[in-house]
């Protein structure tokens, strides 16, 4: 989130002197090449604002609107396109490429750096300080409080019921994930089989052994889909058999891995999807 603030805050006078400079009802033209950003810009920027979204938001395993985004343009992020779209705004990632921003700021373009948050509240941020800097602060502000609402809406009281979430080749996200989050408005609690005990900062992902995955007290296992036999060894770990007779099948809920992957717009949809499978489990 502070990557953000920070480059917000450079780019957004930036921004602003360029709506300013044209006529009153002017905004500037976006790209968009970051996936975390493109739910936002549909939500709160104005359709002829948007020149292209960004290609990795067309792919279902990876986000909950790929069927809006196939409804815009979209791009993978060429300089030729870009440069030939001619864009104001131009969205990216921490991890874009220095040398790709350092060309686009040379033709004129102010570039927003989204860093994906961590947690709601830090979406909450990002999605207002976006919203300065596209000129769309007011609507910005509205559609987060519509999304602390639907969150909100989605969210169960406490139960007893604690969940140990298991990922590919013997991953285990941790307090630090922002599934850890997403269990507990959905009225659950997140477990780990190895909790750290140092000082040191979340860890979001930990590894974990066979041993320690069915030693622990979780009373559900969560993936991301059901999977008994495995597509390749990063899958085994999740279809041993020991593994099977400590989390049977009613003992086991799943979550689709595209509603964890970005935190904000996909939240409450997240929530919602836990929270209905909680329901369903007897403790």
Known sequence: MLLLAAAVMSSTSRAADLTAAKAPDALPKIISLNMCADPYLMAFAEPEQILALSALSL??????????????????????????????????????????????????????????SETFAASGAEILALGQAIGRRDAAAAYWRQLQIDTQAASQAPRELSVLALQRRGLTAAHGHILAEIVAMAGAQL????????????????SVNLEQAISTQADVLLLSRPLHKPRDRGDEFLTHPALEAKFPDEKRIYLDASLSVCTGAATPLAVRQLARALHAITP
Do not use: N, W
């Open 191 to 206: 477990v780990t089989p190895s909790p750290r005990h140092d000082a040191g900062p979340p860890v979001a992902l930990q």
């Open 59 to 116: 792919d279902k395993a990876m986000s909950p609107f790929h069927q809006t985004v196939a409804q815009y343009p979209t791009t993978h992020g060429g300089i030729e396109q870009i440069l030939a779209l001619k864009p104001d705004v131009v969205i990216v990632s921490p991890y874009s490429s220095p040398m790709k921003q350092a060309l686009l700021a040379q033709h004129g373009i102010t570039i927003v750096t989204l860093a994906a």
